[in-house]
């Protein structure tokens, strides 16, 4: 059964960079398939989908983050990373890594992580 | 691109029904939407994917025969019967848009379920 588990700083502060990656475990990111994405979500707000990528390293963004967000996969090392740049308190959240099939079919998020909280202060 | 609208609160006594909307925002009544649940701690759950034809495709995996969708319009809409304990969670429905550059998923505020 694959499994996603984020990773980086709980605390950023603002102008700063956050940096955030996404470990698969029982499934091998290669095998192709896949788009995986991040998403958020701010406290009482709703989910928010950051951007994709997939395993050739072709990725889409949300145009309200395209200018800030930079998303990448590490094939050799079975994860895929999000960098936010010019964070500030808005961006406190709690995000999420997912996958999400590339198909004609049902192609919703299957597999999410268990999110992590980022939290924009000095 | 679409708008989804959700309630933010909804509640229902154990063992009764509720139904959960997601509304669409006009010209948008041909899209189908996911339904997600997402339990406090943990990742979101994939439920099912719902159109005007009703459930599209399969329940996500574990999803019990209590859940059910239907689609009219521009809603969107999760009804769970014979409600458990369990089942109090916040529910988000989410739809993907446009394509290339100009691809965006989007979701709706959520709803939080309580159960009485």
């Known amino acids: 059964q694959v499994q996603l588990q984020e990773s980086g700083p709980g605390l950023v502060k603002p102008s700063q960079t956050l940096s955030l990656t996404c470990s698969v475990s029982?499934?091998?990111?290669?095998?192709?398939?896949?788009?995986w994405s991040w998403l958020r979500q701010p406290a009482g707000e709703g989910l928010e989908w950051i951007g994709r990528?997939?395993?050739?390293?072709?990725?889409n963004y949300n145009p309200s983050l395209k200018s800030r967000v930079s998303i990448s996969v590490d094939t050799s090392k079975n994860q895929f990373s999000l960098k936010l740049t010019s964070v500030t308190a808005a961006d406190t959240a709690v995000y999420f890594c997912?996958?999400?099939?590339?198909?004609?079919?049902?192609?919703?998020?299957?597999?999410w992580g268990q999110g992590t909280m980022v939290t924009v202060s000095s | 691109q679409p708008v989804l609208t959700q309630p933010p609160s909804a509640s229902a006594s154990l063992g009764a029904s509720v139904t959960l909307t997601c509304t669409l925002s006009?010209?948008?009544?041909?899209?189908?939407v996911d339904w997600y649940q997402h339990r406090p701690g943990k990742g979101p759950r994939f439920v099912m994917r719902?159109?005007?034809?009703?459930?599209?495709?399969y329940k996500g995996d574990g999803i019990p025969d209590r859940f059910s969708v239907l689609g009219s319009g521009l809603n969107r809409n999760l009804t769970i019967k014979n409600i458990q304990e369990e089942d109090e969670s916040d529910y988000h429905c989410?739809?993907?848009?446009?394509?290339?550059?100009?691809?965006?998923?989007?979701f709706g505020g959520g709803t939080k379920l309580t159960v009485l």
């Open positions: 997912a996958r999400h099939p590339i198909t004609v079919g049902v192609d919703a998020f299957d597999i």
């Open positions: 029982g499934g091998s990111i290669s095998s192709g398939g896949y788009y």
């Open positions: 990528v997939d395993t050739s390293g072709s990725t």
């Open positions: 006009s010209g948008y009544s041909d899209y189908k």
């Open positions: 719902v159109g005007t034809g009703g459930i599209v495709g």
């Open positions: 989410g739809t993907d848009h446009g394509s290339g550059s100009n691809f965006v998923w989007v």
